[in-house]
């Protein structure tokens, strides 16, 4: 079946560091692919996605590029700050499977000031 | 536009109580899913109602149901609830435009603790 692996968390960073998050899947057929974040107390919020192999989502300064020959959708930033401190949330879908998100463990991302 | 909202925020409910959760999905989509998230388990899909009828159905005890209504409210049950029932609801909502994969929007969830 499908599945999500994402790095294991905590990472932790200064600031204005250069953020990468690992996330590999397994899937039948063509996935689309997301990154959700999470902040303290709260649901979660789309952040970016891509629905084909060499789509590049971007948000808020975050990128992630759909590699169908790595299966990966790796997060990075190139400068992050202590406001995306938060749990972040790979996740993919199929049309086959309907619309039911298939989500990684979560990495919990720490920025020092 | 508004976003996905559910109600209450936060629920405390003792075993063997049953408990039913809401969740108004962003206007103009059709599509309502519904996930567990816990420390132990994750994020994990509960099921998804699109036109008032069950979609799709993780794998979870009969003990967990839901309904859609004709504006595509929806509310989830949770019957003879059990301490490993705590955990934060979410709903999530969607276009489900046919023929595509859609992007789901999430709510604040609902924080139940089972005492």
């Known amino acids: 079946g499908n599945s999500v692996t994402q790095m294991e968390g905590p990472v932790t960073l200064s600031e204005e560091a250069f953020l990468t998050i690992n996330c590999t899947y397994t899937?039948?057929?063509?996935?689309?692919l997301f990154w959700y974040v999470q902040y303290p107390g709260e649901g979660l919020q789309l952040l970016l996605k891509?629905?084909?192999?060499?789509d590049k989502g971007s948000n808020k300064g975050f990128e992630a590029t759909y590699r169908k020959e790595t299966t990966s959708f790796h997060l990075e930033k190139g400068s992050v700050q202590v406001s995306d401190s938060a749990v972040y949330f790979c996740?993919?879908?199929?049309?086959?499977?309907?619309?039911?998100?298939?989500f990684g463990a979560g990495t919990i991302l720490r920025v020092k000031s | 536009k508004a976003g996905v909202t559910q109600t209450p925020r936060y629920l405390i409910k003792t075993r063997g109580q049953q408990v039913t959760l809401s969740c108004s999905p962003i206007s103009g989509h059709r599509s309502v899913s519904w996930y567990q998230q816990t420390p132990g388990q994750g994020l994990q899909f509960l099921f998804e109602y699109f036109s008032e009828t069950q979609r799709n159905k993780g794998n979870f005890p009969g003990r967990f149901s839901g309904r859609q209504f004709s504006n595509s409210r929806s509310e989830m049950n949770v019957s003879t609830l059990e301490l490993g029932d705590s955990a934060l609801y979410l709903c999530?909502?969607?276009?489900?435009?046919?023929?595509?994969?859609?992007?789901?929007?999430f709510g604040p969830g609902t924080r139940l603790t089972v005492l």
């Open positions: 891509a629905t084909k192999a060499d």
């Open positions: 996740a993919l879908t199929a049309m086959e499977y309907g619309n039911k998100l298939v």
């Open positions: 899937a039948t057929g063509y996935p689309s």
């Open positions: 999530a909502s969607s276009r489900s435009l046919a023929g595509v994969t859609d992007t789901q929007y």
